[in-house]
């Protein structure tokens, strides 16, 4: 530091509780200037640094390191951020000298003042203010913050050429990490002595956001292979986790390697080069999970042996339960990855549309079925939907409930309803009613909510929910953030819904037998002809 107080420096700045910027900051006399770039010579601004108050600061919750804030005379807080504890403390001391020493700057002639608006101009500016061209209130801001004497910027579109960024940031509550690059997110698989059982979840579910099968499986390899020209042991640790962790790709994703002949071909080939007893271990697991898999693999539908199916003619406790057994089986063969960026709204081949698109047929089914009848028909038909609704509760099949109760419910079947005499409807108007109870949205969905959570059997639960909060999970929230960065604290909170979906589609309705040829009346029906049962 120079007699008159001089250091220069890129400084993460946050003035006046803006947001984070980087900035080149000189000091000099008792002021600290502030501009875009060393090599831009106007300043931005300045701040009078005597008699302020400079104090390191302390913030586990933020992601910045090297923090000292600077409280001037008027009371005004800003926060910087130092790139190393080393620039913190030559900061921080020059600083404090300049706040404690007054700085008497030699006589020079008074700069010239600028020549004041004239009319034309003061009009030019307020146009410019009132423009609506003007992105969001920037420019308005950025005159406010010049009065100020702060500054304002706008987030920039990308990284400035000087800047770093830290490879991996861990979230200090959870201890996984919160932003990251690729390669260390998938370091991190075996590269940490921590317990890693949850990140690998997280992982496995949310990965193909941010990179490739192909990728993450040559990242591993190559790992593995590192090993060896670092150390001669066979069974080092991080070999051995690189094997766990395929071990579980295989287990819970065998579809990745089914899918795709070239990661099948490259697995095999990097099986086949390593030690033995660690190849027979993957290669057994490899087997096991060919047999296993997919969801449910399709069984073909035999054509109905006669004509006389009809919704007359089928009980409805069989209804419910061959739906139910049709729902279930497509509900448990939705792979994750159709949750993953709306995927769902993107494809509509994806089985997680064909599910979506059932369960609204469904509902158009039961409507069709009431409203097209004649009308001595109708109050039949009422009644059996309910009794179909209240057997499908019973078998906890959430979605076929939400679906028959949403035709029940609806315009077209309360019109009919109201214009005509309906006497012999009102005898399942209990079960009606705890129906009704179920699928309430009050609160949202408060009622449904709890027998979920209370539900520790098979069950088919309403997808509209968690599919309505992975939707508010993207929206402002991307995956991939500027300077290669991955927001993984969005992939965990995407892995939690997922997992709880996951859950849920491991049980089985084994206690209900398939109907060959009402399954294939469903399929004309619904007009779904691809199956599973």
Known sequence: ?????RREGLIWSKLDGGNWSKLWFSLRMNKLHYRLDPEIKTDLGSLEVFGSTIKKIIDP?????NLFEIELKDEEKHLFSCISEEELELWVNSLNFSAQNKFIPPKSPPPALPPKLN?????????????????????????????????????????????TVEPLVMDPVSGEPRVATVEKLIERIYGTNSAVTKYLGYFLL???????????LKSLIDAFWKVEDESPEK???????????????????YNDFGDNPQLLQQFNAFSDAIDEKLASTLKRKMSVSQEHSGFDVPEPLTPVKNNSFGFDLVEPQELAKQLTLRVSKLFRSIPPEDFLDLH????????????????????????????????????????????VGDEAHELSDWDLTFAIMKGLQSEEVLKVKGNETWTHADVHFQAFEELKNTVNP???????????????????????????????????????????????????????????????????????????????????????KGSFL
């Open 1 to 5: 530091m120079s007699e008159d107080g």
């Open 206 to 216: 949310t990965f193909k956001t941010f990179t490739t099968s192909n990728v993450l």
């Open 235 to 253: 069974t080092h640790p991080n070999r051995l986790k690189i094997c766990i962790f395929l071990k579980k790709w295989l287990n819970e994703s």
């Open 442 to 528: 009050r609160n949202n969905y408060k009622n449904y909510r709890e027998a979920l959570s209370k539900c520790n059997r098979q069950c088919v639960p309403w997808l509209a929910l968690p599919l309505k909060e992975i939707s508010d999970l993207e929206e402002d929230n991307p995956t991939k953030l500027s300077g290669g960065l991955i927001n993984f604290k969005k992939c965990v909170e995407m892995a939690k819904i997922l997992e709880e979906i996951i859950m849920k589609q491991q049980m089985r309705y084994t206690q209900i037998n398939s109907n060959q040829d009402i399954q294939y009346w469903f399929s004309q029906v619904l007009q779904d």
């Open 61 to 65: 919750n933020s992601f910045r390191k």
């Open 119 to 163: 009319e034309i101009q003061k009009a030019r500016l307020k146009s410019a203010l009132n423009s609506p061209n003007t992105s969001s209130g920037n420019l308005r801001k950025m005159v406010r913050g010049f009065s100020k004497k702060i500054l304002y910027l706008p987030l920039p579109p990308s990284l400035p050429p000087w800047e």
């Open 344 to 387: 769902w709204k993107q494809d509509p081949n994806c089985k997680l549309s064909r599910f979506l698109s059932i369960h609204d047929k469904i509902t158009q089914w039961v409507i069709q079925e009431i409203v097209n009848s004649p009308v001595e028909k109708r109050p039949n038909k009422y009644k059996k939907w309910i009794k």
